[in-house]
């Protein structure tokens, strides 16, 4: 039974076709997995339960399954059961797949650590002390110990690439609106995507040629048809033309992560790549529009969590004291801070200021990427700053945020993205690293991500028997 989690899916789809794995072999693999690992990586909020489906994908408890809770990793929804499911979870059922069970995340997707999560703390399978990063740390950490084939995360400014970078997996961000985001539970609605977390390249194609297209309950989906699975790989990628950053762009960066980027665009060269040195520093602002367009959105989006709608209530005389009770009880203090930016770069007297100002920069960078890739198909980055911190390492909300400083503006742009696991450290801890693509590019974004897999040969030894 060891081999089942190395193959790929469409590798066990043929097997569970061939009626050499039947669904419940399937299950039963990754159930004991889930036996094993759960108790020490709190990566699930509720457990799926085995359907007459075998192959079990996690999803992010901020992507509604019909009759399961969608917490949101909240005190606020902890008791909510979503009434119907998401159009990407819809797409994968109709396919044949199983709910492996809601994954563990920052509360409301608001970090970069999943240690704001009103459930605790997920942690990292290569080192249980450190986290899997975030928000989708559940969908990560499940996936990096073959808890589950395969997770749906969300992405605002980073959340499914980060935790994939920390736990040594694949974390792949399409073009906004390729993938619906109906069922998806609003955070900052301009920039949310769903994302996928997994093993290898191929099944996040695999994935996303399934969940991905038109769906008239999002207007925000783009109409362009999504290839088939056998298509995406079919592309030529004879030659490419990259382009990266000089030094000084990564400052603050880890010798080790430094390295290991140098190594990366090396690798590139050698597969044919040409790569031209640019200037990014147009990028450099890109955390603080972040922050602001976001925090704004989240405002107005958390506003319905007011104890009247739906989840918490707590008892108060008036109507007003009712709210603060509730939102003060309900929300954790990333949310809350969140929140409070939000309302402030909103309000009449700094709306100029601080929000006008985000949005304009959004769509100068988003100006200066489209002339940037007149140059060439891709960019290449770090995908984190460092290697994955210790749990509590991190008090400061500034350096938590700054985390996210090579990912936020594939975001404000809108851009496809994907973090492949690059090498381990001295320490033993994953190393990811980033290919950004201009719009709607995902394709050959995907085939040279596979052909790098093929030449790096990372080894995710937990999935091998290893355990910490």
């Known amino acids: 039974m060891t081999e089942i989690g190395l193959f790929n899916l469409s590798e066990l789809l043929k097997l569970q076709k061939k009626g050499e794995l039947t669904p419940s072999q399937i299950w039963e693999y990754y159930f004991k997995r889930r036996q094993k690992w759960e108790p020490k990586l ?17 999803v992010k408890d901020n992507i509604t399954v019909e009759g399961y809770p969608t917490t949101c990793g909240s005190r606020i929804l902890k008791d909510y059961i979503a009434p119907y499911s998401a159009t990407a979870w819809e797409r994968l059922e109709k396919k044949g797949f199983a ?42 950490a499940a996936v990096a110990a073959g808890m589950v084939k395969v997770a749906l995360g969300s992405d605002t400014g980073g959340s499914v690439r980060q935790p994939s970078a920390f736990c040594g997996v694949v974390g792949f961000k399409p073009t906004y609106g390729r993938i619906s985001r109906y069922g998806l539970v609003a955070f900052a609605s301009s920039l949310d995507q769903i994302g996928i977390i997994s093993t290898n390249v191929k099944d996040a194609a695999f994935v996303f040629s399934i969940i991905a297209g038109d769906d008239p309950r999002d207007s925000t989906t783009t109409s362009l048809s999504v290839p088939l699975y056998e298509e995406i ?79 918490l209530r707590e008892k108060a005389e008036e109507l007003f004291e009712m709210y603060f009770k509730t939102r003060t009880a309900g929300f954790g203090d990333e949310v809350k801070r969140r929140i409070l930016l939000g309302t402030f770069v909103l309000s009449s007297g700094y709306y100029d200021d601080y929000y006008g100002k985000g949005v304009a920069y959004r769509a100068f960078i988003s100006e200066k990427l489209r002339e940037l890739f007149k140059e060439g198909e891709f960019i290449v980055l770090p995908t984190t700053p460092d290697v994955a911190f210790e749990i ?77």
């Open 233 to 311: 790989f079919s592309e030529d990628l004879t030659s490419f033309t990259f382009l990266y950053p000089d030094d000084s762009f990564c400052y603050g960066v880890s010798e080790e992560i430094l390295s290991s980027y140098h190594s990366f665009i090396k690798l590139l060269k050698k597969l044919g790549g040409k790569g031209k040195k640019v200037d990014l520093s147009f990028l450099e602002n890109s955390i603080e529009a972040y922050y602001i367009v976001a925090t704004a959105e989240a405002s107005s989006n958390l506003a319905r969590y007011d104890g009247v709608k739906y989840g």
């Open 42 to 58: 709190n990566a699930f909020i509720k457990e799926g339960k085995f359907s007459g489906n075998g192959i079990p994908i996690g």
């Open 392 to 468: 509590g390492k991190k008090q400061d909300p500034i350096s938590m945020y700054l985390e996210d400083r090579f990912t936020v503006f594939v975001n404000l742009a809108g851009l496809p993205a994907i973090s492949i696991p690059f090498t381990l450290s001295k320490g033993g801890l994953p190393i990811g690293v980033q290919i950004v693509s201009k719009w709607y590019n995902e394709n050959r974004m995907l085939v040279l991500s596979d052909r790098l897999e093929g030449e790096i040969l990372f080894e995710n030894k937990l999935l091998k028997g290893g355990e910490k």
């Open 99 to 140: 709910l492996g069970g809601k994954t563990n995340l920052d509360e409301f997707a608001m970090g970069s650590s999943t240690e704001y999560s009103a459930f605790g703390p997920t942690r990292n399978p290569w080192d249980l002390s450190r986290v899997p990063g975030g928000s989708s740390g559940g969908s990560a």
